[in-house]
């Protein structure tokens, strides 16, 4: 492997989808997974349909079933919200398998049983040690670029001291469905006593869906899970759990050494929507923009437009972490007609075609807008 060639570490959508991009463009790419077998366990993800623009086809094989509309839960309101264009509940299991068949063919080579262990830069290149278990011998691997694509518990970016993102933790569990409850249909829950983010139930089926919700940490998600499904009688039959890295302005996507650069991709480089900790089509888009930078010799139009949308995530969630149960009360009063027009039109991942137009749509969100940056400006203090 030599000065051109590019290394990728980890086998995550984002790096499988990086690498698939670059060998198509004639880059010679391999790709190390610590894993002995390739595929992540289960979880049930749900994202939206700007998935087949980013990847330029429909992942038809790791989608489970169609959402047509959302129900939304405060204290003491409810509304539901119809989809333009239906929601993907895939299982990230296959979507893995997916892009790694294309990867492969493109000619990517992938390396399973490898960890990272450390980074060495000099104006040659860069020179990676990877710890194989199954040898139990250190391989060196010499490359031009390095695409950081390991999660959110990343060596690569531990390595180039950029691990430094806030992280949340998500505990899911798979259920009977409810009667009542839509095929078509996920239901989001606002309970601020437990959890600034939110409760979810995602069908798979129409006998089957996952009931999950985001939290601080893993135990605090644990216990305040298991008190919602007894609250709401559901029964536990598989849980799921992981860790997710939280996208932060500050942080930069790539990093150059030497000369030579490191990116970071998905969870890595926390390229995650804080808003509702979604971070496929945002992980896949990081990737893209990676793929584009190489191609063109520098960061490009990709890059600034994934980074807008972002960073707007980031404030949309500094200001609902200051709401109450009476302000989600009180937003949800607010989704008129108009604005549910404007809620069809653009999806969770073009907040930024969508965030000026529901403030034009419903002037009122301005001032339940400026109470929470009151609220955040009171916290400074």
């Given at each position: 492997m030599g000065e051109g060639d590019v290394a990728v570490i980890g086998a995550s959508t984002a790096g499988l989808f990086a690498a698939y991009l670059l060998a198509r463009h004639g880059f010679r790419v391999r790709l190390f997974d610590q894993r002995q077998?390739?595929?992540?366990?289960?979880?049930?993800?749900?994202?939206?349909?700007?998935?087949?623009?980013?990847?330029?086809?429909?992942?038809?094989?790791?989608?489970?079933?169609?959402?047509?509309?959302?129900?939304?839960?405060?204290?003491?309101?409810?509304?539901?919200?119809?989809?333009?264009?239906?929601?993907?509940?895939?299982?990230?299991?296959?979507?893995?398998?997916?892009?790694?068949?294309?990867?492969?063919?493109?000619?990517?080579?992938?390396?399973?049983?490898?960890?990272?262990?450390?980074?060495?830069?000099?104006?040659?290149?860069?020179?990676?040690?990877?710890?194989?278990?199954g040898t139990d011998r250190v391989k060196e691997v010499k490359a031009?670029?390095?695409?950081?694509?390991?999660?959110?518990?990343?060596?690569?970016?531990?390595?180039v001291g950029r691990d430094d993102h806030s992280r949340v933790a998500i505990w899911q569990v798979r259920v009977a469905l409810p009667p009542g409850a839509g095929e078509h249909t996920v239901r989001v829950w606002f309970h601020k006593e437990s959890t600034q983010f939110f409760y979810w139930l995602i069908p798979e089926s129409k006998h089957?869906?996952?009931?999950?919700?985001?939290?601080?940490?893993?135990?605090?998600?644990?216990?305040?899970l298991e008190q919602f499904l007894d609250a709401y009688g559901f029964e536990a039959?598989?849980?799921?759990?992981?860790?997710?890295?939280?996208?932060?302005?500050?942080?930069?996507?790539?990093i150059q050494l030497e000369g030579s650069e490191v990116f970071l991709v998905g969870d890595a480089g926390g390229q995650v929507k804080v808003t509702t900790v979604?971070?496929?089509?945002?992980?896949?888009?990081?990737?893209?923009?990676?793929?584009?930078?190489?191609?063109?010799?520098?960061?490009?139009?990709?890059?600034?437009?994934?980074?807008?949308?972002?960073?707007?995530?980031?404030?949309?969630?500094?200001?609902?972490?200051?709401?109450?149960?009476?302000?989600y009360d009180h937003l949800l009063d607010l989704v008129s007609n108009r604005t549910e027009g404007v809620l069809q039109?653009?999806?969770r991942d073009e907040l930024g075609g969508a965030f000026f137009k529901l403030l034009l749509a419903q002037p009122r969100l301005v001032l339940l807008t400026a109470r929470s940056l009151i609220r955040i400006g009171e916290g400074k203090r």
């Open positions: 077998k390739l595929g992540p366990p289960q979880r049930t993800l749900i994202v939206t349909n700007r998935i087949n623009q980013v990847l330029g086809f429909t992942p038809h094989e790791a989608v489970v079933n169609h959402i047509q509309e959302i129900e939304l839960l405060s204290q003491n309101r409810r509304m539901v919200v119809k989809l333009g264009a239906p929601d993907l509940v895939l299982e990230r299991e296959r979507l893995v398998q997916l892009l790694a068949g294309r990867a492969q063919q493109e000619g990517v080579e992938i390396e399973l049983g490898y960890s990272f262990l450390e980074l060495e830069a000099s104006p040659d290149g860069l020179s990676l040690a990877l710890y194989n278990r031009g670029v390095l695409i950081g694509a390991d999660g959110v518990w990343s060596q690569v970016a531990r390595a089957r869906g996952v009931v999950g919700l985001v939290c601080e940490d893993q135990e605090k998600a644990k216990g305040n039959l598989e849980f799921q759990a992981a860790d997710v890295a939280l996208y932060h302005p500050d942080l930069p996507a790539s979604g971070g496929v089509v945002t992980g896949l888009r990081g990737a893209r923009a990676v793929a584009g930078a190489l191609f063109q010799k520098g960061m490009g139009r990709e890059f600034r437009a994934l980074r807008r949308e972002l960073d707007l995530h980031f404030l949309m969630r500094s200001l609902l972490n200051r709401f109450s149960d009476s302000d039109t653009y999806t």
